[in-house]
Every structure is written in C-alpha cells, then in structure tokens.
C-alpha cells in the first residue's frame, strides 16, 4: 500500500501524532496548575465547539475545521497526560530523607542479588504527626541478606528508614536507570537492614505478582531440563522472558550477531502463541465455537504478557493481535497500519513514560518497518516454497533492522553487520525452542515423557548457542563506535521515509529529498568528527566508587585507575562506552596511577607528560599541570613559594588536612574523586570555601571535565 493512502486510512496515526506531540511538550505548561487549569478549560471549548459545529452546520464542509480542532484537543491532551506523569516525578524532587515509618505492599517477586534481596513495593500509609496517613507510590526496595523470613510477593510490611534518590548517571553518558524508573513510576529506593522492616501480615496478591509467581514456577520448571545448566539462562529468557540468569557472555554474543531481539520476547513470541493455539483450536471448529474460540486465544495472549512482565514489545504485539481477531471476528476489513497506530496509541494513553522507553521505540520502528519496507524488498515470483521461505525471511530481517538501525546507533552505537545471516536460522531455531518447551511445561510431570524432551531441548540450545558465537566471531561482524545525535536520527528516518514514498510512487522528483536529507546528515556527521579531532579534555569519573582519570587527545586517551583490581571491560564499557563513542575515542590505554610505565613514557602524540612525585602523579598536558595527590609525603616540603597547578586531584588515599595541602599547592580547583567520603569530602569543601577555592565531589556531582588548551591553564 503506497505510503500517502496508508496515512489517510489510518485515523489512529493522526490521533498518535498530535497526541504523542503533547506528551513530547509536557514542559511547555511548567509545574503551574494555572496553566494545567487553562489547558482543561480550553480542551472542553474545543470540544463543545466541535459539536456545535457537527450538529449545526449539517451538509456544510466542516471536515477542516473539525480535524484542526481535534488536532489541537489531541495536542493539548498530550500535554496534560504527560503533565500527570510529571507531577508525580516532581513531587518526589524535594520528598524528605529523614527515616520515617511506612506501611508497604510487596507487589513484585523478590530476586536474588549478591548481598541483596530486590523488589517492588508500594507505599500504602506513612506516618505524619503521629498519625498514619494514606499514600500511593512506589519505591524499589533492598534487603540485606542474610535475614531473618524474607518477604514474598503479597506481603505487607512495616518499615522504618530513609526513602533515598535513585542516583542519576555517575559519568556523562552513562545509563540513567533513575530516568529509567521514572518511566515506570518508580522515583525512590531503600536499603532495609534487619530489624528495620517486620512482616504484618498478606494482603492478597495482586494480578502482576500473582503472574510473576507463575512465571518463577515455571522458570524452576526449565531449569530442571537435563544436561543444559549452561544455557539454563537462555532457556529462560527466550520462553518467558526472564533474563535475570542469563550472563553477561550470552547477551554480548547475542547481541553483538543481531540476534538480542529474540531474547526481548517481541511480537514473534505472541505471533507464534496464536498461530499454535488457532491451529490447535482449529480442529474444533464450527460457527458456534468461532466466538468462544477467538476468546480463548486472546485470553491465553494476555495471560502471557502479564506472566513476562509486559513489556513493550509484548504489549504491542498482543493489542495488535486482539484487535485483529476481534474484528476478524465481526467480518471487518483489517487495517494493520491503523491498529498498530492504535495500540501505540493506547499504552501512551495509559503510561506516557513509555515514550522515552527504548524497547517501546525499538519494538514499533521494528514492525512498522516491516509492514513498510517488506512488500518492497520481497517480490513473489515462482521461486521454489523453500527459497520463497528462506527469502521471506530475509527481506523480513532487513526491513526491521532497516527501520531499527537509527535508533540502535542513537543508543548502542554498534551495528551487527551479519545479521541477515544469523536471523534465516536463528528465528526458525527459536520457533521450535519454544514449542518444545511449551510442551515440556505441559507435560513436566509424566517423567519419561519430560526427559526426553529435556533432551532434545539441551541439544537445540546448544546448536543455538554454538551457531550463534560462530558468526560473532566471524571478521567484521560488529561495527563499533558510530555516534550519532538526535538531529541524525531525525535525518535517518527522514531519509528513509522520503526512499521509500519514491519507490511507491515511482517518481524521480521524490529522489532530490532523499539526496537533500542524507546530505545534511553526513554535514552534521563530519562537523561533529572535526569538532573531536581537535578536543582535548581531562576527566575525573567514577567509576562503582573507583576513581579513573580520562585524557583525551584526538582519538586517543589514557585511562588512569586507582589501585586496586582490574577494571573489566563491562563495566567500563557500561560507565563511559556512550561517552567515548560521543567523544570519536577509537583507541585507549590503561594503566594504574602506580604504574611505573605511566611515568616513563609519553603518550598521546606527545601531548602528555607523567611524573612520580613523592607517590603522587604530575601530569603535564600541553602545559595544563594536573597533580594526582595520593600520598602525604609531598605535604612535608616547606617551599618559599607554591607550585602552581591547574587541577589538584585528591584521592581517598591521601592521609593530610587540606591547609597542609594547601600550603604547598597553589590551584584554583580542587577535585575529591570517587573514593574520597561524605565526611572527608565535608571537611575539603569547609578547607576550600575559606580560600575562594571550586571544590568538587566526584560521588555527589558527577564526573568532573575540563577542557584542555594548547596554552595552558585549561577551563
């Protein structure tokens, strides 16, 4: 279906884009509940207007008018929704830390951690002036282990502690899984020690627990399948989308072969649920049983999206599919565009926050290009049903991962370049995997008949997972470090959008726009890769409580770490892979601050000059001197006159009273990384107030940056 016809047949894309337009604009109305006020009132004129106009005016043209008024209702609505989504965020900015007493309920299953049990809770009465007052929210709970009877799902509880922030990235760049749980209602955490929290009694389990304790059921079903405790993980995470045994080895090989989708249970996983239980229901058909059948398959579909947690991509997949049978059911012609649009548009209406949520952008990019571009890339002729097949599901591969790629370079900066490859095999793989397993949950407890069927199931994780590392491990499967901005991915899809109108309108005018929009990303591309060719900068980042300085010249930098152990490469990769893919870093070194290789060589094309200094580190970049202070030793010289630097880094290390820091250095900032604590950090920033000195705390302010210039005294 051309792309123009798509569009003026799908009312629910217009409703998604003026609604999705509002949310997007929450900021516009502020925090003021004037403005929200204005907003209602205006909504409700519109909406009078609009039916004043349709009743009165009968036979007149009003198609315009009417359309621009809902337009701006759908916008205005936007915004209040996001505005609703907002206020619970903002009520929590300046919430009080002191420890308090609260009443909660356990809404999720607990899961195990090292030293931690973690959970879900939500908060049903806080005491307030001695008096138990109703609340609602939500916080996400730790408790130490190990404890006294851990709570369950259900469980209601008495606590008394400090609902702490959920901290923000520690380095620019990083994750924020505080933003992360916004998204999800969740502003506030606590760690609970014991004799902090005692169990008052059940309330009853709610629908989300009550499907999280199945799916842990069956999760210990699978992991009683024979020979497979290798891939016990992968099991889990590709019948019941529960990943929390699944290691960090697997999802870097699944991930970085093109095939991690397979692990989100997408719509692939619903698709394949109706396709067996309409087959299965199919042997007993007939004109009375059609109805009760189509109610069977979608009550299975949703009992399956609350058992995985609903998740995006579950939740897509499963409004799309009732829709679809609901109104196959009523002999209505189905408009697959149009009720993609609408079950985008549905779980904006009901959690806004998903509109910033990754899986949710990945999930509707996916499908949508496949419904777009597939019918393109694939053209039925009289090939063979294997190779049509085999075909099928390549052109199927291509046009997801055509539609998915600017948003996968927006936040993973990688692209699996075999991943046409991995996805002829893998999917069929995966469709029998979970049949079998399907199955084998069923028949779990007629034992000879659930051995076998482990059986089978550890040899086709292990062809899965073999298969799968093999072309990981090819040349040139992944490539890494493609940074782009939101005005890109904005310019990527402009100019697949505009591609693919071309192609349907066979129109070589169409083809100038496409040429117009890639030319300006590859503008903005090389203007962003000049701007880092040139930069220079230092950093001090954390690091889980480690400190690691980050120079950075061109392409290149060193990464200078503490003492202490290793630092793996997940974890740095977690903490700064955003941030050097943003910077053009192609290239790095390691070395420990006592590293004695460090001070004898010069790095970054001379631009970097190290010296061990009474223990501690001197640093010359270009003539910006930069002294890593770890040792008190160097607090014993008595000079006439202070050594002037530009950035003093103190470590945790040091052992000395600021003044006496401060008598021998002359700077004007002072940086305490991320092993210095709360109490020394309090007693540095008093030191450096008194002598008009920046103090900055890298575990309370972040990572600190400053540029560096060819002529010194960087700013």
């Known amino acids: 279906m051309p792309l123009l016809p798509i569009i003026e047949k799908s009312p629910f894309f217009r409703f998604l884009i003026f609604y999705t337009a509002g949310i997007a604009s929450t900021d516009i109305s502020g925090n003021s509940s004037f403005v929200k006020a204005v907003v209602v009132a205006v909504i409700l004129i519109l909406l009078v207007l609009q039916i004043v106009i349709a009743n009165r005016f009968i036979g007149y043209y009003t198609g315009l008018v009417t359309g621009s008024l809902s337009a701006v209702m759908l916008f205005l609505a936007g915004i209040l929704t996001g505005d609703v989504h907002a206020m619970r965020e903002n009520r929590f900015r300046n919430f009080t830390e002191a420890p308090g007493y609260y009443r909660v309920h356990l809404i999720d299953s607990p899961q ?30 730790y408790f130490e282990l190990p404890g006294m009877a851990l709570p369950e799902e259900g469980s209601n509880l008495l606590i008394k502690a400090a609902l702490k922030k959920i901290a923000g990235p520690r380095n620019p760049g990083e994750f924020n899984y505080g933003r992360y749980l916004a998204s999800r209602n969740i502003f506030r955490q606590v760690y609970l020690k014991k004799g902090t929290w005692v169990l008052t009694g ?17 999760v210990n079903r699978l992991n009683t399948v024979g020979s497979v405790t290798a891939y016990r993980g992968l099991l889990a995470a590709l019948t019941l989308g529960y990943r929390e045994d699944l290691d960090a080895c697997t999802k870097q090989i699944f991930s970085e072969a093109g095939v991690m989708h397979v692990m989100a249970l997408s719509g692939f ?41 609903l998740s995006a991509s579950v939740l897509r997949a499963t409004v799309m599919i009732s829709l679809v049978m609901a109104g196959r059911l009523f002999h209505r012609k189905i408009n697959t565009y149009n009720m993609l649009f609408a079950a985008a548009f549905f779980l904006l209406a009901f959690s806004p926050g998903l509109l910033s949520d990754v899986s949710f952008q990945l999930s509707f990019s996916a499908v949508t290009g496949i419904l777009l571009f597939q019918p393109l890339l694939y053209r039925k002729s009289t090939r063979g049903m294997i190779i049509d097949k085999l075909w099928q599901l ?69 062809m899965l997972y073999g298969s799968v590392a093999m072309v990981e491990g090819l040349p040139f499967s992944l490539i890494e470090h ?105 290239q790095s070194w390691e070395f420990q601050s006592t590293d004695s290789t460090l001070q004898q060589r010069s790095f970054l094309r001379g631009s970097l000059l190290t010296k061990d200094w ?51 250095f002359d700077t004007r900032e002072i940086v305490l990384d991320a092993s ?36 010194g005294r960087g700013n």
């Not at 059940?202 to 069956?218: E, Q």
């Not at 229901?281 to 999206?305: E, K, M, Q, V």
Request: hydrophobic share 50%.
């Open 614 to 664: 009474q223990g501690n580190l001197l640093m010359d970049c270009c003539g910006n001197r930069i002294v890593y202070l770890r040792d008190s030793r160097i607090c014993r010289n008595q000079t006439l006159q202070r050594i002037k630097v530009d950035v003093a880094v103190v470590s945790g290390f040091l052992d000395a009273k600021p003044e006496s820091v401060l008598s021998v």
């Open 482 to 586: 493609v940074y782009i901005n939101a005005g890109q991915v904005a310019l990527l899809f402009a100019v697949l959008l505009t591609g693919t109108l071309a192609l349907y309108r066979k129109k070589v005018l169409l083809v100038y726009p496409v040429l117009l929009f890639f030319i300006a990303y590859q503008v903005t591309g090389l203007i962003h890769t000049y701007g880092n060719t040139n930069q220079k900068f230092m950093m001090v980042g954390n690091l889980k409580g480690r400190s690691v300085i980050i120079v950075k010249s061109g392409r290149e930098a060193i990464r200078i770490a503490d003492p202490g152990p290793v630092i793996p490469d997940a974890s740095f990769r977690y903490s700064f892979g955003n941030f050097f893919a943003e910077k053009g870093i192609r």
């Open 112 to 141: 195990m951690r090292e030293s931690s049990l973690k959970t879900v809770g939500r908060i049903t009465h806080r005491m307030q002036g001695g008096q138990w007052v109703r609340d609602d929210f939500l916080i996400l709970m």
């Open 676 to 711: 210095v604590k709360n109490y020394q950090a309090a007693v540095w920033k008093k030191a450096s107030a008194l002598k008009g000195i920046r103090c900055w705390h890298v575990s309370r302010d972040g990572a600190f940056l400053i540029a560096i210039h060819d002529s």
């Open 202 to 218: 059940s309330g009853g389990r709610s629908l989300r627990a009550l499907a999280a304790t199945w799916r842990m059921k069956m």
């Open 269 to 309: 996983n619903v698709g394949l649920i109706a396709l067996v239980l309409e087959y299965l229901l199919g042997l007993f058909s007939g004109s009375r049983l059609r109805i009760f059948n189509t109610l069977i398959i979608i009550f299975f579909l949703w009992f399956f999206a609350f058992l995985t947690g």
């Open 394 to 462: 390549f052109t199927l591969s291509c046009a997801a991962q055509l539609a998915t790629f600017p948003v996968t370079l927006y936040y993973f900066h990688q692209f699996p370049v075999y991943f046409w490859l991995t996805n002829l095999y893998v999917v069929p793989l995966v469709s029998v995997i979970i049949c079998v397993a399907g199955v084998f949950l069923l028949v779990t407890a007629i034992h000879p008949l659930a051995g076998l069927l482990g059986k089978i199931l550890a040899v086709l994780l292990k």
